[in-house]
């Protein structure tokens, strides 16, 4: 893939557009990860915008971010930043092959334990 | 035969670049009928105006065909042209090939084949136009203003002081609107009362000037130079000609515990009130919705202590009508509802207020008599965080699309007022941008971070919530990349504006448009502020968009000018492209009125000839022509082919249709 091909690819991939944002911060004023993120949410719509994927790509905070959606819920020009981070994180993992989780290989004790919620972002993050 | 000269305008580069204007005006010449035929770059100008008068006496033109832009920005000027040169302003036809085609077109020859068309279009319509005449008619020389804020207030000064009748129609117990609540205005910073209330006085009092307050427009009738308003006189149980406005009921009455609206609901009031102390007209109000007289028939203190014996239980709605030549509309705003977010935690923490409460909490006259106390416990807030642009520019579908204009510099004032009256408090703002533009606008913000230390800082709010009885205020601070929390005593909301729900009905009422905001629509956006589409109907203040005080002011003044320009007039040129009912096909059906809108069209018995020397009487329509506006709804209903629009006649609109599947 082209540079270009991935940025479309990305843009097609997140289904959001990254030109709405009025760069108000309101994505990063809420996010409960946001200290853990190496690239805010803001900056990932940004650098989208901008077309910094190698930057992008190299990020940790895919694996941070919580797909709490809270930064979607709140974007006041309908934004949806989680989904960058999400579609960045895809092509992260198309590229490295299939290394997504297995119903089976989660531990018993995780299952009792713990929240919904997480159950549901971590599927969301590594089995694509 | 018909002589027609057809006129092909460049407009500069707006046509000419993508529309081969010589060709069309050479291809042109071969049409039927056309017997003069010519381009130039600017038609409407002084030199292409006298280029078509000219062809019209030198060609003896019966008629002529202006391809230009389109007839809402120019017709006007041809006509008169036209009448100049000696021909029926009525003989003149336009050609959209600027809007309809231009504009709108990339490829040169598909755009000048369809300019050819709708010349050719118009060709066609122009060889059926008979010359018509404009009638007359009076102009009752009496103003009505919808809304007593200052918008309102300032229209009808400026047209009374030109010695018209005004009469002005406010929904509130007072004049004053939003800028009475107010307690200093930017950018100079002077009292809002003190500059306002004068000028309410100056209205109570000027010989020219009727103040209906506590009323509203219930029903509008009319045009143009002769509107003819029922307005609703909303009951008081106070008679205004007797009340002195002493207040010994509002000491008196027992049930005093209804909202004070003029305080922002910040503290209460008792069911007979006056809302404020320079309201006009000083005169108390009951709310029925509180009065125990009139929910359970038991109390009537009220009525037992005033003095003159004002209090009238028994009062009811009454309902007035009244003629006017001009409607001013200047029905304000309100903020938005903050219900879609939760997320600032309005609704749940009572130190989560809105700007305009702010300004009840400052005020002198408000529920802290002007000292800044938090509405929880009554402490003085100690650190105080403004957050800009609440619900405005938003396009979530939660707020609204555009910018507020005014909360960028109110916040402004707000913190400077602060930091100045109690200079040991932490005034933060968050912002997304800062919007001063303006007349020492900027200057007046900067001095707000320059002078005043206010912490403004570039971000959104994030959420707002409550941690051991203290605010947390979580956001952006984009320019550091960090997510900042800051401990606040007191959040304050700069919400987003928005026109004054009831402006909807009044629209209707007056059958002029307004926009996916609810903000009336103006007749052009550059040349054409202050006149609403709707001929004789002017807009003045935030009912007309986003606008401070100086500005309202500005257009409330620029309002009463076009007012006074029409009220000076005797008589009005009517409009001659009105319908009219063939009384030989009418079979008085009714259908006709049944769909016109201003109420132009009624039935009459005439008598007609069988031959054979009998006769037959029948029901026909017959239109009013000065009250008809030339919609055409009547034309496309009628059942029978009757009604006809002069200038707009079936025939005529047919002929065009043909024009066009020609090619
Ligand atoms: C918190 C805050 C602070 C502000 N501070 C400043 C400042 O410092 N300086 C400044 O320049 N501007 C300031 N403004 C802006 C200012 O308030 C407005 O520019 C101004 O009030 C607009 O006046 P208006 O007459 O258009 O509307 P309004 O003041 O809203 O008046 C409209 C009037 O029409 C009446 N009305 C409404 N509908 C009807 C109806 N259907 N029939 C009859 N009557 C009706 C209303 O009751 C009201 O009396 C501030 C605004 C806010 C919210
Ligand atoms: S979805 Fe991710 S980026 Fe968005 S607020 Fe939640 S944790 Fe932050
Ligand atoms: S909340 Fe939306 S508009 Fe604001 S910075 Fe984030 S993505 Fe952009
Ligand atoms: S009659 Fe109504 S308004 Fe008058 S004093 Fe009693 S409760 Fe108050
Ligand atoms: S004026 Fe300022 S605070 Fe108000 S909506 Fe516009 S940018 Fe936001």
Avoid at chain 2, 152 to 178: P, S, W, Y
Avoid at chain 2, 380 to 409: A, E, L
Avoid at chain 2, 433 to 448: L, S
């Amino acid at each position: 893939m082209t540079k270009e091909e991935r940025i479309e690819n990305l843009n097609r991939l997140s289904g959001t557009d990254v030109r709405k944002c009025m760069k108000c911060g309101k994505c990063s004023g809420r996010c409960p990860a946001f200290h853990e993120m190496d690239i805010k949410p803001h900056q990932f719509v940004s650098m989208l915008e901008q077309g910094k994927i190698d930057q992008l790509l190299q990020s940790k905070a895919i694996w941070s971010c919580l797909s709490c959606m809270a930064c979607v819920e709140r974007c006041p020009r309908g934004v949806a930043p989680a989904n960058v981070v999400e579609a960045v994180r895809d092509t992260v993992v198309r590229m490295q092959g299939a290394n997504g989780i297995k119903a089976e290989e989660i531990p018993p004790i995780v299952d009792e334990l713990i929240p919904q919620q997480l159950l549901v972002s971590a599927y969301r993050k590594y089995n694509k | 035969m018909q002589r027609i000269g057809v006129f092909v305008c460049w407009c500069g580069s707006n046509i000419a670049a993508t529309v081969d204007v010589e060709k069309v005006a050479e291809v042109i010449k071969s049409e039927p009928g056309v017997v003069y035929s010519a381009n130039y770059q600017y038609m409407c100008s002084e030199n292409g105006q006298q280029l078509v008068k000219q062809a019209i006496k030198e060609h003896n033109l019966t008629g002529i065909v202006i391809g230009a832009c389109s007839p809402r920005m120019h017709e006007a000027t041809f006509r008169k042209a036209a009448e100049e040169a000696g021909l029926n302003p009525y003989m003149v036809e336009i050609a959209n090939i600027r809007e309809h085609c231009s504009w709108i077109h990339k490829d040169m020859d598909e755009a000048t084949e369809k300019a050819i068309i709708l010349v050719r279009t118009a060709i066609a319509k122009v060889k059926l136009n008979a010359p018509l005449m404009a009638g007359e008619s009076p102009v009752v020389k009496r103003a009505l203003v919808i809304g007593g804020g200052i918008a309102g207030i300032q229209a009808a000064l400026d047209i009374a002081d030109a010695g018209f009748e005004v009469d002005i129609v406010e929904k509130n117990a007072t004049i004053g609107g939003r800028m009475a609540q107010i307690d200093k205005t930017f950018p100079t910073l002077d009292c809002s009362a003190c500059i306002l209330t004068p000028k309410m006085v100056d209205c109570a009092q000027h010989e020219n000037i009727d103040i209906l307050s506590y009323s509203e427009i219930e029903e509008v009738k009319g045009f143009v130079g002769n509107f003819s308003v029922k307005i609703r006189r909303k009951a008081r149980y106070v008679d205004e000609t007797k009340c002195t406005g002493c207040k010994i009921c509002m000491e008196k009455c027992p049930s005093k515990k209804g909202l004070n609206e003029f305080n922002m609901n910040l503290n209460t009031r008792p069911a007979i009130y006056i809302p404020f102390a320079q309201a006009i007209p000083n005169v108390a109000v009951i709310d029925p919705t509180q009065c125990i007289k009139l929910k359970t028939g038991k109390c009537g203190i009220c009525q037992k202590f005033c003095g003159v014996g004002a209090i009238d239980y028994e009062q009811k709605d009454t309902f007035i009508e009244r003629q006017y030549g001009a409607i001013v509309v200047a029905t304000g705003f309100k903020p938005i509802d903050l219900d879609n977010f939760n997320e600032y935690g309005y609704n749940d923490n009572k130190d989560v207020i809105t700007s305009l409460e702010l300004e009840r909490l400052m005020n002198a006259a408000g529920p802290t008599n002007g000292v800044l106390l938090r509405p929880s416990d009554g402490e003085h807030p100690k650190t105080i965080t403004f957050i800009q642009c609440v619900g405005s520019r938003d396009t979530s579908g939660c707020g609204k699309p555009y910018c507020s204009k005014i909360c960028c510099m109110y916040t402004a004032k707000h913190a400077m007022l602060i930091r100045e009256k109690y200079p040991d408090t932490q005034v933060n703002v968050f912002y997304i941008d800062v919007r001063t533009p303006g007349k020492n606008y900027d200057e007046f913000f900067r001095r707000a971070v320059e002078q005043y230390g206010v912490n403004y800082i570039k971000g959104m709010v994030g959420k707002v919530y409550n941690e051991n009885g203290k605010l947390m205020v979580q956001g952006s601070n984009l320019i550091d990349n960090e997510q900042v929390t800051i401990e606040s005593d007191l959040v304050v909301l700069a919400a987003a504006i928005e026109p004054e729900p009831s402006v909807r009905k009044i629209a209707t009422l007056l059958t002029t448009s307004i926009d996916t905001n609810n903000f009336l629509t103006e007749s052009h956006a550059k040349l054409r502020p202050v006149e609403s589409p709707t001929a004789g109907v002017y807009l003045a203040g935030v009912c007309q968009g986003p606008k401070d005080i100086p500005e309202t002011v500005s257009q409330a003044s620029a309002c009463a000018a076009k007012v006074i320009g029409l009220l000076v007039k005797n008589k009005l040129k009517t409009n001659p492209c009105v319908a009219s009912a063939n009384e030989n096909m009418c079979n008085g059906c009714s259908q006709c009125a049944n769909v016109c809108a201003y109420g132009a069209i009624t039935y009459e018995d005439k008598e007609f000839r069988l031959g054979g020397g009998k006769t037959e009487i029948r029901r026909v329509a017959s239109v009013n022509p000065a009250v008809c506006q030339g919609c055409g709804a009547c034309t496309v209903t009628c059942p029978s082919g009757a009604m006809d629009l002069k200038g707009f006649s079936s025939k005529q609109i047919m002929s065009e249709v043909e024009a066009i599947c020609k090619m």
